[in-house]
């Protein structure tokens, strides 16, 4: 037994130097304690399950296993030989005195009839994949047909053992003598959101009231439709016997090392040096860690017991709501650590970062140092932007450093701090999804306001969302019409600056972070921040659009001219958009645009590539191939369709285009989008058509963005011109 403690412990030490390369060795020897270890020996959950009740604490996050993490669990499970063990990990568990318990009323009395509490301080992901997996199989074996009929659960046996027994040992346990409070062995504290979820919707309680989800819940949902997936196969193919035999791996077979943390252990620490392994924590995730270890460092001087418990209600409360924000649409949940990135540019001063200086810089200012004495930290100077360029020159790196000296850290900073988590979580959704209906409270945007946000998320919002949620915060103190000019004046930056100028993607981002914070703090006005928005735009223009007309000379000469321009679908759809609210009549929606795939919007070269049909060859008869290749990827010649059709069929005229014979079996343009529609107008198609198109797609675009093109950029934009009444191609 001894030379096995001893390799375990070199293999604990492995672990945490492959995970924690970076931290000091001595570090992580203090934390986990590895003589602690030693005393103990690998328990199976069986074992483990004896008069202990499991909570998740409030510093823990939530379920974060996904696909992965499960098929990983799965595959170990059914692999494992029916006469060997898995080691599974470390259980870390700190014992709750019955009076520091967070507990429903309905569970306390578990406490008064031998039963001991714990923290899951390092093994919570592990733990609760084995509750919803139990949970599926004692659901699965009680539906069978032959156990229907048998409404005790002692008739019920899972291999040796009865599903009462197994449900009161490792799942719920009622109070006698009526059974009418039911107790979960394992679960949340009664606090997080998780709470009331994993009763009602993994562990099948009836009668739920309404439940808050989260990113959090959604995996606790994925994971018990996925084991519920998994013991149905297993059924179809290996009976009866394979069930029994995986419950008898996951309650036997499974091996934990049992670590219990004393009372003058570092909960905290060990939680966050730990919990990283598995699945790693976000920086979300470590913040609340760190911030309510925090609250238990103030001395009765400065943080009584009362605003102790008030600080750290405080900042659950703050996490509650960041988690259903960033996890209320399921479908597309947001990035906690990008939010968290841009609550920090809103709400502290800027400094040019890489990776996770952020991090470092919010893990600093929230430190255990920082409590007892000022703490001065270097961080990187600000970076003088560069000038509008191109996107071949890189920006002027500044590596000098000055030093940042904060004041002894007041709890008020720590609320305030949590409380803009909070309040800012709500705009941030918003800015990924206007158009939701489900959002109320003090958010009340005009229609106008919500098409504009979601323009911006369509051309690509790039550095622009923290000073987007910033705005939206200032709801209450503007107008409509103000919000809807600075929307307007950020699209028109962008347009130009990226996607005309296509200068590089961070280009005026440090300038524009600190107008984000200068706006939340009130520093500016809305007003403000969008005249210097329309003035940067206006002065960028003069290079932008000569720098546009030599890239496209650039593209149509090596690539494919216009289709190659990555704005062009934004463009298009732009220009179809127009033309839709002038007809009040909406023919494609912007979900198709994106999309390159059967039935979804294509561009389509009006007079096309391979110009076998003789209509072609009749109309453009005067031009060699390399002017034919000049029309046909020129702006004008290029048309969105509302239905992609057959490649076979882009050769056809364009009499059959716009209104195809029957036996062709598709569309024409005159059935189309408005766009379409406009193109059928035109009684033939030539050079002379394809140049006024273009030149009506130019005005559009000075029109649009407020850009002023003289003739000769026009048609250099066209790469055509015209001579004599003659359409021909630039020299």
């Known amino acids: 037994m001894i030379i096995f403690e001893y390799v375990f412990v070199f293999a604990i030490i492995e672990e945490f130097f492959h995970e924690y390369a970076c931290l000091p060795f001595i570090i992580i020897v203090m934390t986990i304690k590895l003589g602690d270890y030693m005393a103990n020996e690998l328990r199976s959950l069986s074992d483990i399950f004896q008069n202990k009740l499991f909570r998740i604490p409030d510093y823990q996050r939530g379920y974060a296993w996904g696909e992965n993490q499960l098929l990983d669990f799965w595959e170990d499970l059914t692999n494992l030989a029916e006469d060997r063990y898995h080691y599974t990990g470390l259980?870390?568990?700190?014992?709750?005195?019955?009076?520091?318990?967070?507990?429903?009323?309905?569970?306390?009395?578990?406490?008064?009839?031998?039963?001991?509490?714990?923290?899951?301080?390092?093994?919570?992901?592990?733990?609760?994949?084995?509750?919803?997996?139990?949970?599926?199989?004692?659901?699965?074996?009680?539906?069978?047909?032959?156990?229907?009929?048998?409404?005790?659960?002692?008739?019920?046996?899972?291999?040796?053992?009865?599903?009462?027994?197994?449900?009161?040992?490792?799942?719920?346990?009622?109070?006698?003598?009526?059974?009418?409070?039911?107790?979960?062995?394992?679960?949340?504290?009664?606090?997080?959101?998780?709470?009331?979820?994993?009763?009602?919707?993994?562990?099948?309680?009836?009668?739920?009231?309404?439940?808050?989800?989260t990113f959090y819940t959604k995996n606790l949902m994925y994971a018990k439709s996925f084991f519920a997936d998994v013991i149905n196969k297993l059924y179809t193919e290996d009976g009866f016997d394979g069930v029994v035999s995986i419950f008898k791996k996951l309650t036997l077979h499974l091996m934990f090392n049992l670590h219990e943390i004393e009372d003058d252990y570092d909960v905290f620490v060990a939680f966050e040096t730990m919990n990283n392994r598995g699945k790693r924590l976000s920086n979300l995730e470590l913040l609340k860690n760190r911030l309510i270890y925090l609250t238990t460092l103030y001395g009765d001087s400065n943080l009584d017991e009362i605003d102790k418990d008030k600080l750290r209600s405080d900042i659950n409360d703050a996490w509650k709501e960041v988690y259903f924000q960033l996890g209320r649409n399921q479908r597309s949940p947001l990035s906690d650590d990008e939010f968290l990135q841009a609550h920090w540019i809103m709400y502290f001063k800027y400094t040019r970062s890489k990776g996770n200086d952020y991090v470092n810089f919010l893990l600093n200012k929230f430190s255990a140092k920082n409590i007892f004495s000022k703490i001065v930290t270097p961080i990187k100077s600000d970076v003088v932007e560069p000038q509008f360029i191109a996107e071949e020159m890189d920006e002027e790196e500044n590596n000098e450093t000055t030093p940042i000296v904060w004041s002894k850290l007041k709890p008020k900073e720590i609320q305030e701090y949590v409380k803009s988590l909070k309040t800012m979580s709500k705009y941030w959704y918003y800015t990924y999804f206007p158009f939701d209906n489900s959002i109320n409270g003090d958010i009340s945007l005009e229609e106008d306001e919500k098409i504009w946000i979601d323009r911006l998320n369509r051309i690509g919002i790039a550095y622009f969302r923290p000073l987007l949620a910033t705005i939206l915060s200032k709801v209450k103190k503007t107008t409509a019409q103000e919000r809807i000019a600075a929307y307007k004046a950020i699209e028109r930056f962008i347009f130009v600056e990226f996607r005309l100028g296509q200068t590089q993607s961070t280009y005026k981002s440090s300038y524009y972070y600190l107008k984000t914070k200068d706006l939340l703090y009130n520093d500016i006005s809305l007003k403000q921040l969008t005249e210097d928005l329309e003035l940067t735009t206006n002065a960028d223009s003069v290079v932008a659009i000569p720098y546009y007309i030599a890239k496209a000379k650039q593209n149509f000469i090596s690539r494919e001219g216009y289709y190659s321009w990555k704005a062009l679908r934004y463009f298009l759809y732009e220009y179809e958009y127009q033309l839709s609210i002038a007809k009040n009549i909406s023919k494609i929606e912007w979900n198709l645009f994106t999309k390159i795939e059967k039935d979804k919007v294509t561009i389509e070269h009006i007079l096309p590539q391979t110009q076998t049909n003789k209509y072609w060859k009749d109309k453009f008869n005067t031009y060699n191939s390399g002017e034919m290749k000049i029309f046909t990827s020129t702006l004008g010649n290029l048309l969105p369709l509302s239905q992609s059709i057959n490649s076979s069929l882009q050769n056809d005229s364009f009499d059959d285009k716009k209104m195809p014979p029957e036996n062709k079996k598709r569309r024409g343009y005159v059935n189309g989008s408005h766009s379409e529609i406009e193109v059928a107008q035109q009684t033939e198609w030539n050079?002379?058509?394809?140049?006024?198109?273009?030149?009506?797609?130019?005005?559009?675009?000075?029109?649009?963005?407020?850009?002023?093109?003289?003739?000769?950029?026009?048609?250099?934009?066209m790469y055509l011109e015209k001579v004599d009444s003659q359409i021909v191609v630039k020299k």
Do not use: C, M
Not at 703 to 712: A, G, H, M, Q, V
């Open 687 to 717: 050079a002379e058509s394809i140049y006024n198109r273009g030149l009506r797609l130019l005005e559009f675009l000075e029109s649009r963005w407020n850009i002023k093109l003289t003739d000769e950029q026009k048609e250099a934009l």
């Open 91 to 213: 259980l870390s568990l700190k014992e709750i005195p019955q009076k520091n318990a967070v507990l429903s009323e309905d569970d306390k009395w578990l406490l008064n009839n031998g039963y001991k509490l714990f923290h899951v301080v390092d093994g919570q992901q592990r733990l609760t994949t084995f509750q919803i997996l139990l949970n599926e199989i004692v659901t699965f074996v009680k539906q069978l047909d032959e156990n229907k009929e048998k409404n005790n659960d002692e008739q019920i046996l899972l291999g040796t053992e009865n599903l009462k027994y197994i449900n009161e040992k490792y799942l719920r346990r009622k109070r006698p003598p009526q059974n009418l409070i039911t107790t979960y062995l394992f679960g949340y504290e009664i606090d997080n959101p998780s709470y009331e979820f994993l009763k009602y919707k993994i562990f099948n309680e009836p009668n739920s009231g309404t439940l808050q989800e």
